[in-house]
Each structure stands twice: as structure tokens, then as C-alpha cells.
């Protein structure tokens, strides 16, 4: 069943890459960023009226996040996801089919997999390409394919998910409890006029002004969390964590807390994030307990603790019960199927952390479905720069999430599409902990 006049046909698939070089590295989990490939992709499409435009996507492919381990080299992953992208748009530009985007992108996900799968075993690794990986390789062509649905047809992307522009209700999608649903029933109307941004504090940014080195960035721009303090005044900030040394973690929590409360702040909030490296719930709750022993203030500002465990919580299955009693508790790289929102749910996660570089489609039906379940949303960041940001705060900004969005591209690669930053100046410069979207269109995803 289609909608013959608003969904599309894919006609051209383009895509490019640029390196983006971190001023300063990022540090997470098991490792730490210093250059990511930007991977832009361009799809043309046409509607059955037979109006055209092009649509745009981006992503940082980080191997780091979606892909982590030392069996197979950066370089060899990079590759492997350049190989995919090749792959994957050369199918989806011999599709031939007209369709909503939704289903445009989410029937052609099985081939994203079996082409991953190809790649794998052609070059030989010894492990599996990470389903997450497949996703973040290919969430470009689906924000591609939802801006170009848009554009096409005259309208905010985020306005087409409504029965007069998609001819399958959500029981299609999510099951017969969501029938006589669409997506737009769940979304807000406009997009928020302004969001609170979470400031990133990685394990090897600099906490206080005085500890700035000679081989510190000069380029005026901030390089202590003291220092983007008072320039953005930023009120939201998210600690990544070891999950390992919980002393460590304490220590970091405690420090940043007392940094923050020392200049006067009242009202911020902290989040944190061990990138999955705690062994176990028990781990969590000793770094909670632990926090609210040596600093009330510190756990009283902490808003939840994100993916504390390993990202297949299909391993071990850890209740997580015990934790979410104590603080909320957000999955993230746990969720790569709709399937997936149901068992965190079971396990006791208490929310979910969502972001576009797992798919625009998937996020949008993640968050409907744990809408339903009563599972808090926050919408996270994998240093987006540029079109991505857009489109990261333009999906935060017509959902309700906790606080707004994660944008970190500012302080790790701040010279990312300047063009893009010129053309959206208020989105991408903070001013009192906040960004605005009035500059996000109103046709396709805003670029």
C-alpha cells in the first residue's frame, strides 16, 4: 500500500568523505579519538507527481563507539565501512521503488546487514562487523532519504508521518497495540525554540584553567571545563567514566561537581557514561553509593547513568532493577532493533538513550515505542558536526527528551562545515547553556 503522490523513487545515490581532526582527543571506553571520516551522503529522489530534489545525510564513521576492539586494525574498519557504503548505495539506487522513506530505509536493512556480512568475510576479519556499526554506516542515507521526502514534497520531514502522508499505521511497525496510531501523533507540533546542550567532559579534558599545557590548542578557544564554563555558560554536562576504576570515577564526579558548584551555578546537571566498561550492575551501584557518600550534591545533580554495561544486553541479561532504584539507567548502544526497547525494558533499564547515527527511522520508532512503555528518552551525540547537528538537535527538538540534546562537535572539531555553522549561527553557538532552532527550516530536516 503507497501513497502515489507524496513517496518517492530513488534516482541518484552520491557519497563523499572528509577526515575531521580533533583539536584535542576524545577520550571514551576503551580507547580515544583523534580523526574520524565524515561520511556525506546525497540522494536524489522524485515523488509520483513527478517533482525532484536531493536529500542530505551525515555521520562520523567512529570505530571507536560502533565498532571497539584491537582485532581488526582502525584502518581495516574504516575500509570495511567505506566498502559497505559503496555497497549499500548502489543498492538502494537500483531499488526501483516508490515509498515512504520509513520503509524505503527500514525494507532495505536486511541488505545493509548481508552486505556487512559480505564485506566481513572478503577481507577476511575474525571477528563479526557490530550490527551497531551497520546502522551508523548506514543512518546517512536514511537522514538522505527523509530530507529528500521533505523537500520533495513541500514540507517539514517531520510532518509526513501523519495518515495523509504515510499509508501504514504503527501496528505495522510496532505491533497491533499501535493500531490506528501514526507517527505524528507522538511528535511535537514545532519544533522547541531552544534546547539545553550537554557539554562532554572526556577522560582527558582538562578540568581547571591551571592545568593547560604549552601543548594545548591555541586557538582561541576554550580548553579547561572551567573555561567553557564561563564562556557558554553551559549547565548540563556529561562525565565519561572508566566503569573500571571506580575510585577514578568517583574522584572525576566529585571534582567536576565541586568545579561547577565554586563559581556560583545552582541549577546544572550531570549525566555520566562508562561506554559499557562496567563489569556489572553491582559496579554501578558501588559508583553511586559511593558518589552520594562523598558528595550529596554530586548525586543529588546526577540525572542518570548511561549504558553502564556491555552493549549486548542479550549476554548476560544483568537486572538492572537494583540500579534503576538507585538513578535511572539508559541503554544506548544496546538497542539496535525494535525488538531490543522490550528486553530493556524486562531487564529494568530505565530509559533510553537514543541517537540519529543509529538510523533517523529507527530512532523515531524507538521512541514511540518506549513512549508507550513509559521509558524516558535523552537524545545523544556522536560528535556530530555540522548537517548532523542539525539534524541530531532537529530530531531532539520535536521529541520530549531529558534535557535537551548532547552537542559536542564545538569542542572536538569546531571548524567542521563552517558553512553550515554560518548559515545556522544560532544552533551552533551557545549562548546560557542553550542553543536555538529557529534557524531549522521547515522543509526536509532543516538543513
Given amino acids: 500500500m ?16 572528509t577526515d575531521e581532526k580533533f583539536r584535542v582527543p576524545l577520550k571514551f571506553g576503551v580507547g580515544y579519538l583523534t580523526n ?35 582485532e581488526i586494525t582502525h584502518d581495516e574498519k574504516i575500509n570495511a565501512f567505506k566498502e559497505i557504503t559503496k555497497r549499500f548505495a548502489q543498492f538502494l539506487q537500483n531499488s526501483g521503488t516508490f515509498g515512504h522513506p520509513i520503509d524505503l530505509y527500514l525494507d532495505s536493512k536486511h541488505e545493509l546487514l548481508k552486505i556487512a556480512s559480505s564485506v566481513e568475510k572478503e ?5 563479526h562487523i557490530p550490527v551497531l556499526a551497520s546502522l551508523m554506516v548506514g543512518s546517512p542515507f536514511d537522514a538522505a532519504l527523509h530530507d529528500a521526502f521533505g523537500r520533495i514534497n513541500g514540507i517539514c520531514s517531520y510532518d509526513g508521518y501523519g495518515k495523509e502522508f504515510i499509508s501504514k499505521d504503527l501496528s505495522n511497525y510496532l505491533g497491533p497495540k499501535f493500531k490506528g496510531k501514526y ?47 564561563e564562556k557558554d555558560g553551559i549547565f548540563c554536562f556529561k562525565i565519561k567514566l572508566t566503569g573500571k576504576d571506580i575510585k577514578w570515577d568517583v574522584d572525576r564526579t566529585v571534582n567536576i561537581t565541586d568545579l561547577i558548584a565554586s563559581g556560583g551555578l545552582k541549577e546544572f546537571y550531570l549525566t555520566c557514561d562508562s561506554n559499557e566498561q562496567s563489569p556489572d550492575p553491582e559496579a554501578v551501584i558501588e559508583y553511586l553509593l559511593k558518589v552520594k557518600e562523598r558528595s550529596e550534591l554530586a548525586f543529588e545533580k546526577l540525572l542518570y547513568y548511561e549504558q553502564p554495561t556491555e552493549r549486548d544486553i542479550e549476554v548476560h541479561k544483568y537486572d538492572m532493577h537494583a540500579v534503576s ?49 513509559k521509558m524516558p528518552c535523552s537524545v545523544q551525540d556522536l560528535t556530530n558536526p555540522g548537517v548532523s547537528f542539525i539534524h541530531s538537535a532537529g530530531f531532539a527538538a520535536r521529541i520530549d527528551t531529558i534535557m535537551g540534546v548532547e552537542y559536542n562537535a564545538r569542542q572536538y572539531i569546531p571548524s567542521a562545515q563552517k558553512d553550515i555553522q554560518e548559515k545556522h549561527k544560532s544552533l551552533f553557538e551557545v549562548v546560557k547553556g542553550k542553543v536555538s532552532t529557529v534557524t531549522v527550516g521547515n522543509t526536509g530536516l532543516g538543513y
Fill in 325 to 373: 532504584k538507585i538513578k535511572p539507567v539508559l541503554v544506548d548502544e544496546g538497542i539496535t532493533s525494535l525488538e531490543k526497547v522490550d528486553l530493556a525494558h524486562e531487564l529494568g533499564w530505565t530509559g533510553l538513550a537514543l541517537k540519529t547515527c543509529k538510523g533517523h527511522s529507527s530512532a523515531l520508532l524507538s521512541f514511540i515505542k518506549a513512549s508507550e512503555l
Fill in 2 to 17: 503507497t501513497n502515489p503522490k507524496s513517496d518517492i523513487k530513488i534516482l541518484s545515490v552520491k557519497y563523499a568523505y
Fill in 123 to 127: 577481507m577476511k576479519f575474525n571477528i
Fill in 183 to 229: 507517527i505524528s501523533d507522538y511528535l511535537n507540533k514545532e519544533y522547541k525554540p531552544s534546547l539545553p546542550i550537554f557539554h562532554l567532559v572526556g577522560g582527558l579534558d582538562k578540568l581547571y584553567t591551571n592545568e593547560i599545557e604549552d601543548s594545548d590548542p591555541k586557538d582561541g578557544l576554550p580548553v579547561s571545563l572551567e573555561q567553557w564554563i
Fill in 36 to 70: 574520524v571520516p565524515s561520511s556525506t551522503v546525497i540522494i536524489e529522489a522524485i515523488n509520483g507527481t513527478g517533482k525532484k530534489a536531493k536529500g542530505i545525510g551525515n555521520i562520523l564513521l567512529s570505530d571507536l563507539w560502533a565498532f571497539p576492539g584491537s
